[in-house]
């Protein structure tokens, strides 16, 4: 996806994201303050996943990450596959792709810490298997 394709896409969630806070706000004849509050909110989380998931997305097609050193001999790993995997972000949760390595060398395969697909994984993944927790986010990384 390039950008203008990524923009037209965020475009078109960000619109869906107004029309449904258009359409509460019609439904609902006389909202209290905690009632607005809690749409837009709910709404603008809802729309930070989105862009979340976009730009993670993107990043595999921008910046192909190259696999990890194998533990026994040190050549690089081949992704063989990914996993789906829960991970608690300052967005909320997300699923995200994590990938699983392989050293035909050696017959081994890891799950490397803290990694996803997109090479974002070690900046959203707080330790080597937790999925909880406020992610990371490492400049150098993203």
């Keep these: 996806m390039n950008r203008e394709e990524m923009k037209k896409e ?8 107004i ?3 258009i359409e509460w706000e019609r439904s609902h004849e006389r909202p209290n303050l905690t009632a607005i509050e809690t749409i837009v909110l709910e709404v603008g989380k809802e729309f930070e996943k989105q862009m979340a998931y976009a730009v993670i997305e993107r990043q595999e097609e921008v910046r192909p990450v190259p ?5 026994e001999c040190g050549k690089e790993m081949w992704k063989k596959d ?7 972000t300052l967005v909320g949760e997300l ?3 994590r990938s699983y390595y392989h050293c035909a060398r050696c017959k081994t395969g ?3 810490p803290g990694q996803s697909v997109g090479g974002v ?3 959203l993944v707080r ?8 992610a990371e986010w490492d400049d150098e990384q993203l």
């Design 121 to 123: 994984g070690q900046a």
């Design 95 to 97: 699923e995200i792709e």
């Design 110 to 112: 890891i799950f490397p």
């Design 127 to 134: 330790g080597d298997s937790q999925a909880s927790g406020l």
């Design 19 to 21: 029309d449904r806070l």
């Design 82 to 88: 990914s996993h789906p995997r829960q991970v608690t």
């Design 10 to 17: 965020m475009m078109a969630q960000a619109e869906a994201s």
């Design 67 to 71: 696999g990890p050193a194998c533990p």
